[in-house]
């Protein structure tokens, strides 16, 4: 017997606004993501906005994009866009999210949300005034152990979360040399305490309960960089934040993101201790998680090691034989699995309300810093 | 500015045999490679073939293929399709390659190259009777941290090879109550030595030198297993096996190859140990390689841990930003990648000679383990 | 040829105040010491005192002491006692240091210093006005590991340090159903801040620079606990405590203690980030210490494991062959060792000026919790 | 209250032959014994030997014996020494445990028994033949994690035992450039087989059951080095050897011991993998043991790390509080506190017999190398 193929699945139509790293990723996501789940529509890359001419138009032929232009809007305004999808630097978000969103789009939009807490706000209001699907880009929730820990403090084997803390130690703003770049300019890339912080934020809220007041400090170390042209200009930029935590359930944090840490490339960790059990996650063994039970006989005291990939884990059915492991892009296969699995009804978790809470956190941190003293999260 | 993707990419079509856990992780390779690398051809999914309708209509669906059908031939024998893919279970392997090198096409096959070193020898034979392009799917060459590894030992940087050691231990088979099936059908499923041993022989030849000498063991646990209708079958399938070798070198070696390794689903290490220094890859953490070099400074005596990440290592520049990790998945993206950047005039590699010269070492070690004696690798 | 011993070793004699786990270290330490290290002295367990007549009779004799005492003011008393060494809760520590200073006895005193600021000064001020030579019991100071740690920083190796953390977790307080005792009692045990974190304390000022501003939390999630006649007491030690710390260097850190964490019993880490380089610090890991070098070779970017006992490291020589490993009883013997090998003139490091250096950055700590702000860390 | 230690404690008295490495490391064992256990007898190191005056007489005043002699027999003849403990290259055991054995002494003999096996077996003979307590320094045997995965073992929680692997990596031999001495005497220093593979050989008899078959290889990269006076000697002794084992039990085993791996100190491994569970130690986390276990939940599959310190495991109630972890001379203490309890009347553990049949297995692997051919064990 010979054939087409079984079902016929639905196209849904993407248009990616961005092709930096971001925007590879969620080409990849969008790609893979038939292959590994059992989706009943099927992802089109209809098109790739930049502002580069020449490197969008290749990212486009690289990536497999039916289309590219220059200008953002042209998407936001095409009749066959289902999806904007925005990879953007921050400061640039809430205006896209309002012109999508106006325009009847369903929107995802890359983490931080925004900037400033005050275009966050505007972002949330757009979708929510136009009643469009929404989702925010922390995809770490989508790693196959992250959701099993997520899984396992939901499901009470830890008893109640007493701490929580979560570090991401980087190198990538160490070496003076390096040249200023949006990255640095406070109003486009926004703090390391929202870029990298967020992701952090985003999983302690998910994992323990909201957070209802910060302490934190910032450092820059180096206070100046060189623009191409030689020009010196001013860092507004944290390259170190630490945080103190409390949470609304009682639970207390740290919190620390740091982009002067030699040889650190993304060493991201998180960990709850909760009445019963500890788990530990860390980024550089990203297909395990470590699991303490009070529960278990003391004669074997200490932690297991869970390969999160067994057929009964979070995504792990989808993927390859156990031991076999993931990588970084298996978030943004999952997270967009998930959302068209979703397909056209929703709900999509997390949503931009979820990035507008994470961005209060942030804003409430940036402004203890600056005022050197506890600060209560509202709203 | 707008417009179509840039450059125009010539297709290759590709048939894939088989449609399971090899068949899913050859055609997620084949999509996803073109969004990682920079590809002038793009790989087109023109058909996969199984012996179950409903399966292989299902999975053609799924994975993203123009047809499917049931009868492999008409795959090998369709003018449009570019290379036959082969991941069927190893007894199948040598009809067709022969049929599809018989028509011309290029061959990619899953290892072993077959279940017996005479079925072996015919495959080769019949790739270099049609002259046509061919590889052998040992995709773990191409694991970013062990093409570093055979990068760091081909560069001389320590030294001379005296020792290698490979194991792979798993828990596969470590029940008594899993049923017969294939893999426990020695003329289908081939031995453990063919089925993980190969994988660590074509790593052994690869970072060292020919293996001229074999001394192995061998043992079954679970003598007999059912089938599914209950019926009680012998097997004759090796469980675990270990082996010495000797390679021509001068080095030294030893494998074990393990199915009954409670909670062990796939770790796989490779160790070389040079006259300066010595590499460690563990596949757990497989991001990573472990070098420790006589030159270091003593005072900083141990090894160092490369995230083998950085963009100056292989494959690495085509993925994500350091830290961020690929996953099993990478091989066969960085495999194909490889391959179709090489089409149409090769050269590939590893390619069936590759394997039918890991199967001589397999078939060795087998004989070894009948004859209870050292036996020479020849050929 | 047959003979006495080689040499003749002054007895340096020793009363130590406490019989408990603290007590018995000490005596381990005095006792290996010798074995360990090339002494010109022979430290001689002369005498151990404590409060229960049966307990302490049956310390001396197990570890090895001449004589027992149930009055620790006989030790100080005693002429033929040269070192008065203080193992017992740190809310006893003042009055005892003073009355041994007051005898003219060398002190060695545990951590910390005292329960109180106030204490902690006048048990400075004691062996000040009376010129004896003073310790404080900051025994890891004393890992190889750890030395090595200082003695890398200390080169400039890793740069100018611009960030550390350190975290000491356990589950000691985790079981609401623990007895009240005195680690409870915050007048006799002092806070968690005091009393693990005065090590953290120790090594970040030891490491970095004086701490001059801390912001601290502190949660006690047991709030009353029953003694043993089933009297409720109310718990007025913090069980988790975290704090953010400015170092007069211009450094920045974080510390945690924690002893609500299920299956972690005693993990403490340290980190050091500097220009150009990073080390990590894990106990748990103790013969281990990890160096990230900006200036290594970007293409084997990552961390080596340095096993700290090589003959060129810090204490090394003294122990085993590298790679055997010490445990925790080394810190003391090399800690014990070091006092004695500078026996009778001095100096002796860390003194009590250090732990009432550290008290002071605790005490800010303890009162930034209360006052819910920053606090300078004065004198 | 003021008085004497409790209890009056019998002194055993113990002459040490040999004040090299292993004479430093006894000697701290019994020095450190009584402080960690609770013995009703004291030892006391009255006597020590070696060849050179000055070195002799400088070890025994550093690690505190009474006297020291030149000449072993003295000690041998001593009335007043209790055990003999022979800390001598194994070229030279057999002479002094039969000297000792005859005059009715205790004996406790290094590892390997003797460098032959008619050595061994006329050490046997004589300890055998005087009825007198004896003891070979299967030192390992007493880690804490190493005697739980003997327990875990014995108490059937793994289930039966179907395979074990262990391995012993240095880099002691690598550099071409170190001097002859007696480890690279065959005669004196006995093969890397015996000396490395004896303690692996040990724990693998102990833990599955007597091996019944070998087959090995050996290899010795450096093939001759030069002696202090500049003339070059042949080496005789394998520096890198492999082996098959075959137990009686119809477990299977894999043995590698080897000197010349870069950078590798002592970095022995042992796992077994039995029918319900897998347990790995490693010795450079030697206060660790993994264990994986089929009757686990599979939601919860992979590996514990037992922290081999909690006071219900062996020896760990003797050392410090849980999470803190004791070193390689742990092994010493907890060995000779082991064989001081049981005096006089023991039984001790392992003994002679023990060293014997370990050699017997050695010299069927060495002799597996010469033949070239499977040996099986005799007796």
Known sequence: MTGPPAGTRRPVRIGVIGYGAMGKAHAYGYTAAPVIRALSVTPVLAAISGRHAAGVEAAAGKLGFESWTTDWREIVERRDIDIVDICTPPGTHTEIVEAAAGAGKAVVCEKPLAASLADAESALAAVERNG???AIGFNYRRLPAVALMHEIVASGEIGEVLLWRGSWLSDEFLDPAIAFDWRFDREMGATTIADLGSHLVDLAEWLVSPVDAVCAQSATFTNARSQPDGESVRVRVDEASSALLRFESGARGVLEVARTCARRPCDFTVEVNG???????????????????????????????????HPSHPYAADWWAIGQGVGYGASFVNFFGDLLAAWPDGP?????????????????????????RWIDVVG
Chains 1, 2, 3, 4 share one sequence.
């Open 132 to 134: 469009v699907l929404n």
């Open 348 to 372: 999509w978790a997390p949503d931009l309300a979820v990035g507008l809470r994470v961005q209060r956190v942030c804003d409430a941190m940036e402004r203890s810093v600056g005022e050197r």
């Open 275 to 309: 009445t019963r059990g500890t788990l530990v996650f860390d980024y550089s063994r990203l297909n395990e998680l470590r699991l303490g039970r009070v529960a278990d006989d003391e004669h074997l005291y200490g932690m297991r090691t869970i390969r999160a990939e």
